[in-house]
């Protein structure tokens, strides 16, 4: 496609319910990343993806969340027994190249996660 | 343990005075670091990055920023302010490409 894409943009769950979020990111970008942006907080890094090598969880803030990426694309982030501290926008990224900090991140538009 | 502190979360400058981000990072190893844009309603995107090559970096859009070893310091400028730069701006700071910090971002305002 043409850029990183989310979806669903906006997800409004209940407390206690588990959600899964979706990014695709660019066509032939090995590099995948995940962020969450709080109200007021800068972006805080979750997990990274590289090709096919394991990937770097040590963001993830607890075992409810996990992520993994199918094929080398499309990455599913999943949230287990959602609480209110999890509402934020999730934010996913990807980059050519595994020297990836040389690449540019491509960012998509976020998911809007809210629970209630 | 790496960071970004991006001092003054608003600033406000009149179109056409200089534009003044500040960015200070912690790092215990050379850093790469980044200046990133976020338009209202839109994605990051990328505004320029240092890589240890040249220290001062030119950008999208005018902007340049100046890595300063000595004052842990990656301030992003332009001479010139435009209505179109009103945006939200991150510095991140990354030293294995695996984790990139951000800061908190500085939301900057452009008076007519």
């Known amino acids: 496609g043409a850029g990183v894409s989310q979806s669903p943009s906006n997800k409004v769950t209940e407390k206690g319910k588990d959600v899964e979020l979706r990014c695709d990111p660019i066509s032939g970008h090995t590099a995948l990343y995940w962020y969450r942006q709080s109200l007021g907080q800068g972006l805080e890094f979750l997990i990274y993806?590289?090709?096919?090598?394991?990937?770097?969880k040590s963001g993830l803030p607890s075992d409810r969340f996990s992520a993994e990426r199918t094929g080398g694309s499309v990455s599913t982030l999943t949230i287990q027994r959602t609480q209110q501290e999890d509402s934020a926008v999730y934010l996913c990224a990807s980059s050519f190249g595994s020297s990836s900090w040389f690449n540019e991140q491509f960012f998509g538009p976020g998911t809007r996660l809210t629970v209630l | 343990a790496q960071s970004v502190t991006q001092l003054g979360s608003h600033v406000s400058v009149s179109e056409g005075a200089l534009v003044l981000l500040r960015c200070n990072y912690s790092s215990s190893v050379p850093p790469y670091l980044f200046w990133y844009v976020q338009y209202p309603n839109q994605g990051l995107q990328l505004l320029l990055k240092?890589?240890?090559?040249?220290?001062l970096v030119k950008g999208i859009n005018g902007f340049e920023a100046e890595f300063k070893k000595s004052e842990t310091s990656f301030h992003l400028t332009k001479p010139s302010a435009h209505m179109s730069d009103a945006a939200e701006y991150f510095c991140?700071?990354?030293?294995?490409?695996?984790?990139?910090?951000f800061g908190t971002g500085t939301s900057l305002t452009v008076i007519p």
């Open positions: 991140a700071v990354t030293s294995t490409g695996n984790q990139f910090y």
């Open positions: 993806f590289q090709g096919n090598s394991a990937p770097d």
């Open positions: 240092y890589t240890s090559a040249a220290t």
